[in-house]
């Protein structure tokens, strides 16, 4: 396991609120939001993905199932110790968040960067059909990010093309379960997201069965939210969101 791999669990009030991680992330991308929330007395789990914070070899052997039953058990377990339950996933995580809210009760629930529409520049049109795809791997750039712990820098160096078709399915199963997802919603999205379309937001917002929804636009911000310089105002507002 990638150093930064490990599940962490902050033990506060009987609110709970559970962090989900992106696609080829690790929990240690959340642990300065997880240490956030914590200090305001809630207790916090984060799990490791299914495939995630090994080697791409292991990633490409999981499917979109594998990464929701990871948040399932998460999720069972924060149930076990909390009276309320809250949920925050960043990137694909927001896309499992809003899958879990189809279908379990949750209290809130809030989207970081969730990519239902991905950035043209990333290449995806020349993705090959998924029967061709094999083991085959596109190199990911390395992260250079300071201020943040370092194992939060520590992704995979390759992304399976085979990973790549999960997330776009799962992309689009989500977007068919918007409408039965009825918890209340705070949907973040950074302005300079060049990974994630910012227009995913407001697909969310349009679609979302929600009665309680909220968008927030996070100027000068690219896709990781909760580890750019503008992360302190990203807690503040998912902290104020999920007391309101």
């Known amino acids: 396991m990638i150093d930064g791999g490990q599940p962490f669990l902050m033990k506060g009030g009987s609110s709970g609120v559970l962090l ?21 007395n809630f207790t916090v789990l984060c799990m490791r993905l ?11 052997r999981t499917t979109r199932d594998d990464w929701f039953n990871s948040v399932l058990d998460g999720f069972f377990i924060l149930r076990g110790v ?13 896309l499992l968040t809003l899958k879990l809210a189809a279908e379990q009760k949750i209290s809130k629930i809030v989207t970081l960067a969730a990519p ?12 090959p059909p998924k029967e061709f ?25 390759k992304t399976p093309l085979v990973s790549v078709h999960e ?16 918890a209340p919603i705070l949907i973040m999205h950074g302005e300079e997201d060049h990974t994630a379309q910012p227009r995913s937001a407001r697909f969310i917002m349009d679609n ?37």
């Not at 909390?82 to 927001?94: A, P, Y």
């Not at 399915?169 to 997802?181: E, F, H, M, Y």
């Not at 310089?229 to 104020?240: G, P, S, T, Y």
Request: glycine residues 8%; negative net charge.
């Open 82 to 94: 909390c009276d309320k339950i809250f949920v925050v996933g960043h990137s694909m995580g927001g």
């Open 20 to 40: 989900i991680h992106g696609f080829t992330g690790l929990p240690a991308e959340l642990f300065l939001l997880g240490d956030f929330l914590n200090q305001q």
């Open 50 to 60: 299914a495939g995630h914070a090994t080697d791409e070899n292991n990633l490409m």
């Open 208 to 244: 979302v069965g929600s009665e309680q929804k909220f968008i927030t636009t996070v100027a000068n911000s690219g896709h990781l939210l909760p580890l750019d310089e503008n992360r302190d105002f990203v807690f503040e507002e998912i902290a104020n969101f999920l007391r309101s």
């Open 116 to 127: 239902i529409f991905i950035d043209d520049g990333l290449g995806l049109k020349n993705l």
């Open 133 to 157: 795809c094999g083991n085959a791997c596109i190199v990911q750039p390395r992260r250079k990010l300071n201020d943040v712990p370092q194992a939060a820098n520590d992704v995979y160096k």
């Open 167 to 182: 997330l776009l399915a799962l992309i689009n199963d989500v977007k068919n379960l918007l409408p039965t997802v009825k």
